[in-house]
């Protein structure tokens, strides 16, 4: 037991509530609203306008992003997706589903192939789609608790140019287990879509 449960830290009690109702999502539900998700986000501007992304690969109840990532190769976008390596996350450019492989924690990652792994600071992305345990409608994030994302972003979290976009179903934008505490380190959203909405932020490098 980690001392964090020992002290009932509300951040870990969260995270524990959040997975329990991820875990009760039934799959047919979260392929209905991961389309819904996907229709909303390819009509938002701040990807329509993006030459270069990062994302990821959906997992374990999250939304799905195949169909995302397909209309980002047949658009003719940059596409970054994450590798776990070490304790840092690295984005290595991919062209095809067919670079994806299984990877820790459960993760779909891309293979390297030659390719350089690069760190969002070296990427430069218009966009970085993002994906959380839940989200606020004030930017706030809550992920598993590994701080893999916050790490990643840190380098960028004041560039205007590099937009941040978190990813959930509806049920888990200001979640009815709670609302979302922010630490120091943690890095806001400017925006998220979920399968009902598209929501900006307070949030942003503005308030920082």
Same mark, same amino acid.
């Not at 009932?8 to 524990?16: A, E, H, M, Q």
């Not at 290595?92 to 993760?107: K, M, P, S």
């Not at 690069?118 to 994906?131: G, S």
């Given at each position: 037991?980690?001392?964090s =449960?020992?002290?009932? /830290?509300?951040?870990? =009690?969260?995270?524990t509530a959040?997975?329990? @109702?991820?875990r *009760?999502?039934?799959?047919q !539900? ?5 389309a819904?998700?996907? @229709?909303?986000?390819?009509?938002a !501007?701040v990807? *329509?306008?993006?030459?270069s ?6 997992v374990r109840? !999250?939304?799905?992003?195949?169909a995302?990532?397909?209309? #980002?190769? #047949?658009?003719g976008k940059?596409v ?10 690295a984005?290595?450019?991919v062209r095809?589903?067919?670079?994806l $492989? ?6 779909i990652? &891309?293979?390297? /192939? ?9 990427v430069?992305?218009a966009?970085?789609?993002i &994906? ?7 930017g @706030?994030?809550?992920?598993?608790? +590994? ?5 990643a972003?840190a &380098?960028? +979290? ?5 937009? *941040?976009?978190?990813?959930? %179903?509806? =049920? %888990?934008?200001?979640?009815a287990q709670?609302p979302i &505490?922010?630490?120091a380190? /943690?890095?806001?959203?400017?925006? $998220?879509?979920t ?6 932020c307070? #949030?942003?490098p503005?308030?920082h």
């Amino acid at each position: 037991m980690t001392s964090s =449960s020992r002290t009932g /830290d509300p951040r870990s =009690s969260l995270r524990t509530a959040l997975r329990d @109702a991820r875990r *009760r999502l039934d799959p047919q !539900e979260v392929g209905l609203r991961s389309a819904a998700l996907t @229709a909303i986000v390819l009509d938002a !501007e701040v990807w *329509r306008s993006a030459r270069s992304i990062a994302a990821f690969v959906g997992v374990r109840g !999250e939304p799905d992003t195949r169909a995302l990532l397909d209309v #980002a190769w #047949a658009t003719g976008k940059q596409v970054w997706l994450p590798r776990v390596q070490g304790e840092d996350l690295a984005f290595v450019q991919v062209r095809d589903a067919g670079r994806l $492989v299984a990877g820790r924690f459960g993760l779909i990652e &891309p293979v390297t /192939d030659g390719e350089a792994a690069r760190t969002l600071a070296e990427v430069e992305p218009a966009l970085v789609v993002i &994906p959380g345990l839940a989200f606020g409608r004030d930017g @706030a994030r809550i992920g598993f608790g +590994r701080g893999f994302y916050d790490r990643a972003l840190a &380098p960028v +979290r004041d560039r205007i140019d590099v937009r *941040r976009l978190g990813l959930c %179903f509806s =049920s %888990f934008l200001y979640p009815a287990q709670g609302p979302i &505490p922010m630490a120091a380190h /943690d890095v806001p959203m400017h925006a $998220v879509a979920t399968d009902e909405e598209f929501v900006a932020c307070e #949030a942003g490098p503005e308030a920082h």
